[in-house]
Structures are given as C-alpha cells and as structure tokens.
C-alpha cells in the first residue's frame, strides 16, 4: 500500500485548506481512513476517520465542526476540509489507512509521508 498526502501549505489564521491523500496497493473501499497530526516536540494526534463506505466518521473534539473528512473510493482518494484554520493547527498532517477501526496509531497499518500545514495568526 502506498499513500501520496498532499495540500499542505502556509495559511493565515481563519484560512481553509484541503489535503487529498492518494491510496494504491488494496481495495480502497474495504478500508477505514484516517488523518493524525504531528507538531513538532508533540505526540502524532488523531485528527479524523471514515469508513470505507465513507458512511461513518468521527472527529477529535480539537476539530469538530472545522474539519470534515471524505473520500471518493472511485478515485481512491480520501481528503481533509480544514476551515476556520487556528495557528495551533499548525502539524504535519499524516493520512493513514486502517488496519482495524479505531482512532489510535496502532489501528493504522500503512502511512503517508505528511504534509506541513502552517497557519500564521
């Protein structure tokens, strides 16, 4: 499985931004999908999951009604809309793709490389 993450970029506070996340390798639909968030000196943090349907998904609370997670398993792509961006969202962004549900690292198997979002206040 590979995983292509990008969308990243420098934003002023307040600004939106989309990451796409690219996946091949398995059958994208049969897979939960994940986005976590890395800032520097910091733990990688959950951000957002679907489904593989795309018909369920959960949010951190850092995130509800900011963020909203979709996918289009025709393009095997899920993406990541980021409004309202606050400097503290300020990470690198990693899209992952499950191995089982749940919102921990360790339910994810496979990774992208990230992509550096910036938002300056």
């Known amino acids: 499985v590979q995983l292509q993450a990008s969308g990243g970029g420098l934003v002023q506070a307040g600004d939106s931004l989309r990451l796409s996340c690219v996946s091949s390798?398995?059958?994208?639909?049969?897979?939960?999908m994940g986005w976590f968030r890395q800032a520097p000196g910091k733990e990688r943090e959950f951000i957002a999951t679907i489904s593989g349907s795309g018909g369920g998904t959960y949010y951190a609370d850092s995130v509800k009604g900011r963020f909203t997670i979709s996918r289009d398993n025709a393009k095997s792509t899920v993406y990541l809309q980021m409004n309202s961006l606050k400097p503290e969202d300020t990470a690198v962004y990693y899209c992952?793709?499950?191995?089982?549900?749940?919102?921990?690292?360790?339910?994810?198997?496979?990774w992208g490389q990230g992509t550096l979002v910036t938002v300056s206040s």
């Open positions: 992952a793709q499950a191995n089982q549900h749940g919102v921990t690292v360790s339910n994810y198997g496979y």
């Open positions: 390798g398995r059958t994208f639909s049969s897979y939960g």
